[in-house]
């Protein structure tokens, strides 16, 4: 029977895993994981910090003996050390002893996640400032939270992941001050759409220090954190928490002669597989292909990694699957406001080359005469003279969000937006306006491209 080997035991590694168990060919399938755990929502960590979510347990979708229970041979607290590509074998240390053995494979999966951007910054290791990225550290934030009852809660990094720390910590009744080196918070939205997300933000109690350095942690001498000092003074701080962004984990692959595309991620065709014969990559720490830009991209997402875990699963058991690719779709919220994105920005698109015109509307999630309509915006980009619908933001109230993924699919499918305009959606007063919003700037930005 093959042998296939994954390194990785959370979303992208147990969905290839899980796939290959369910194959047309039987395979062997062993999962190495360096920690103790396997298929956690990282994405839920802030829900269970800001106490949305009781249990971390309830995190876990299936604990490494549920997926020993489905035929797979899950080696938690193992750590693979390096590849070796000629002789189809890896290096893994087990952490309990510290032994190194060496184990074959068939087929290989890379899925080592991402790592949060850490600067070496002084004072960084002090106690009391965490990143989150995995339950030891939502655990350890609770904890804190709880027995040492900080008031004033520091965010660094004003992207999703900071922002949903900003609403668990104000849901834990923290005072929050966001520092973010950039001028808006949410690189991933054009400066207009950012904006409004800092206006409520700020609305929301927070304290947002936009165009702010981190240069460096001032220390108790208790070995705690004590204030954030940036360019522009400190920033008292009991707890700090680091949102800096993340790093595709591709050194074990470039350390095996494995190519890394120009992300800085591994680079991959698209049936996920790598430079190397049979070696295959795929989440975090792997490339997709953008399907608007047609570049590769390296975006840290769950719902990628699940899906291309799954195309390996398939490919390694005699099935030929393709990932078709990303538009760089996603979704968050801080407090009551929610913010959606798809494509590309119109940074994004004139950097892509396009001759890119964008237009924004206000509208309203219900029919303004219905109890609780709430306000939104909506911003599309379109290709100028072809109309083609390039990318789209929406930020607003309750149910603006999750409109994002209708022009996703319009974006997905090369629609334009006087197709898009003319599109059937649903209307009734408690779901629309009769004219969703996302019509009527369709509409407007039809006006603009031509
Ligand atoms: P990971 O989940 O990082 O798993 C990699 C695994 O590999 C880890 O368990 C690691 O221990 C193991 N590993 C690494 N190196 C080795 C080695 N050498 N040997 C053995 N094991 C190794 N995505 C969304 O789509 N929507 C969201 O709302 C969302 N929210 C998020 C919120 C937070 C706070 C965070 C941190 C992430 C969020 N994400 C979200 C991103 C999502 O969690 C990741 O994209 C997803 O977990 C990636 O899965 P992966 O399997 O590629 O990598």
Redesign the pocket.
């Known amino acids: 029977m093959r042998r296939f080997v994954v390194?990785?035991?959370?979303?992208?590694?147990?969905?290839a895993a899980a796939q290959a168990t369910r194959g047309a060919e039987p395979v062997e399938v062993v999962v190495?994981?360096?920690?103790q755990?396997?298929s956690?929502?990282?994405?839920?960590?802030?829900y269970f910090v800001g106490g949305l979510v009781e249990r971390s347990e309830q995190l876990v979708a299936r604990s490494p003996e549920q997926h020993r229970a489905n035929g797979i041979d899950v080696r938690t607290c193992?750590?693979?050390?390096a590849i070796d590509t000629e002789a189809g074998r890896v290096a893994?240390r087990r952490l309990a002893d510290g032994a190194v053995v060496d184990e074959p494979y068939d087929d290989l999966l890379i899925?080592?996640?991402?790592t949060?951007v850490r600067p070496p910054l002084p004072g960084i290791d002090a106690t009391g400032i965490s990143g989150?990225?995995?339950i030891p550290d939502a655990l350890a934030l609770d904890e804190i939270i709880r027995v040492r009852r900080p008031r004033h809660a520091v965010v660094v990094g004003a992207g999703?992941?900071g922002l949903?720390?900003v609403e668990a910590f104000l849901l834990r009744g923290l005072a929050v001050t966001v520092v973010e080196k950039l001028p808006q918070p949410m690189s991933t939205l054009d400066p207009d759409m950012a904006a409004k997300v800092a206006d409520s933000i700020r609305a929301q109690g927070a304290d947002l220090r936009l165009g702010t350095g981190v240069e460096g942690f001032e220390v108790g001498d208790d070995g705690w954190v004590r204030a954030v000092a940036t360019d522009a003074g400190p920033v008292p701080a009991e707890i700090v928490v680091m949102g800096l962004g993340?790093r595709a984990?591709s050194r074990?692959a470039s350390d095996a002669g494995i190519a890394v595309g120009p992300s800085g991620a591994i680079a991959t065709d698209a049936r996920m597989a790598t430079s190397a014969d049979h070696v295959w990559a795929?989440?975090?720490?792997?490339e997709s292909f953008h399907r608007v830009s047609r570049r590769p991209v390296s975006i840290?997402?769950?719902?990628?990694?699940?899906k291309q875990?799954r195309v390996v699963g398939l490919n390694v058991t005699g099935t030929h699957a393709r990932f078709p690719g990303v538009i760089g779709t996603?979704?968050?919220k801080v407090g009551p406001l929610e913010i959606g994105r798809t494509g590309l920005s119109e940074r994004e698109a004139a950097a892509a080359g396009f001759d890119a015109v964008g237009a924004v509307i206000e509208g309203t999630s219900r029919a303004h005469y219905y109890p609780d309509a709430s306000a939104m915006t909506v911003k599309l980009i379109a290709e100028r003279g072809t109309g083609r619908l390039l990318g789209a933001q929406i930020v607003g109230g309750a149910e603006a969000g999750k409109r994002i993924d209708a022009l996703a699919v319009a974006v997905w499918s090369e629609m334009t937006v006087d197709d898009l305009a003319q599109l059937d959606l649903a209307y009734a007063p408690p779901f629309s306006p009769v004219w969703d919003p996302t019509l009527i700037a369709a509409r407007k930005t039809a006006e603009r491209s031509r």
């Open positions: 390194i990785g035991g959370d979303a992208a590694g147990m969905s190495f994981e360096r920690s755990y396997t956690y929502a990282a994405c839920g960590l802030p193992h750590e693979v050390i893994v899925a080592t996640g991402a949060p989150i990225q995995t999703y992941i949903e720390m993340v984990n074990l795929a989440g975090d720490c792997a840290a997402l769950g719902t990628h990694a699940n875990g996603a979704i968050t």
